[in-house]
């Protein structure tokens, strides 16, 4: 399949300092591909890079096999930004039928992009009066106007409640399975775990990391925690035999690494007189994100 985004060996500097050095990938049709880093990691400018406001000091970027910046490339790419604002005295509506008409794409979309988002109802309000997740949502919809081919929403997530967060990542998947690409910055890492199709980790500029949690995870090596519930006066006994963190007076945690979950599992089972429960906790992606920002020379910058 055909990348949508390639970027190959992206360095960007301002001034003399290097804000991206060295980054390379790619998002194909209908992926979901979510950007983490720290504050100032490089993100926006990234996005910007994409957007052909800001210009490679070296390597390439292609939006749909194009120049960022030319008209094919500004055809398949719509942005949401980290902050948006309309002209507050304009309804819904007509927000939408204004940039619509910027892009040429045929007036009837606009109540389609209004019930997708789920603002059918407050569509004739003026957007002086919506409050900021509906700005947000307001804000999706422009991005997803002409069904782009690439969606880039920078931090679309910030500021909203978990119900809000959760119908908006849903009607991103919706885009997402229409065919574009969707390339995300977030600093919520629970939510992006769920929601998308794979990471990437940005630190200082340098990619660290990009793959699906699993394989990041597995990249990491990361062991899964074993959380064992002891029956009453067994978790000495336990603790003995295992090792681990005595977490209370019944529980122990035990770290395994990936390859032997199973033997650990099976010499529990031995002991399961004195077992109450186990539970399997494999590494998250928080433990992921600590472990690559970490990584490199810079680690005590982060
Ligand atoms: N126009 C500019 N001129 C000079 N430096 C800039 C400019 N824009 C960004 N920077 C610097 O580039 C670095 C990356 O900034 P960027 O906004 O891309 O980070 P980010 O990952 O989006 O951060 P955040 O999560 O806080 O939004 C920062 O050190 C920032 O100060």
Redesign the pocket.
Known sequence: MTAILAINALCLS??G?R??DDVSLSVQPGERLALL????????????TVLGF?HPSSGTVAVAGHAPGSNPAREAVNYLP?VVSFQRNLSGREVLSYFSGLRGTPKAEVSDLLARVGLLDAADRAVGAYSKGMRQRLGLAQALIGAPRLLLL??PTSGLDPVSRHEFYEVIADAAARGSAVLL?S?GLEEVQDKTDSIAI?AR?RLKAEGTLAELAQEAGLPTTIRISAKPGAADDLHGEFGGRRVNGCRLDLDCAQGAKVDLLARLGRHHDKLRDVEIAPPGLTDIYRHFSRMGPTEDQI
Do not use: C, I, R, W
């Open positions: 301002f001034g300092q804000v991206l880093g720290h504050n100032g990691a490089g993100k926006s400018t990234l996005f910007k800001l980290e920078d931090e910055s600093h940005l500029g």
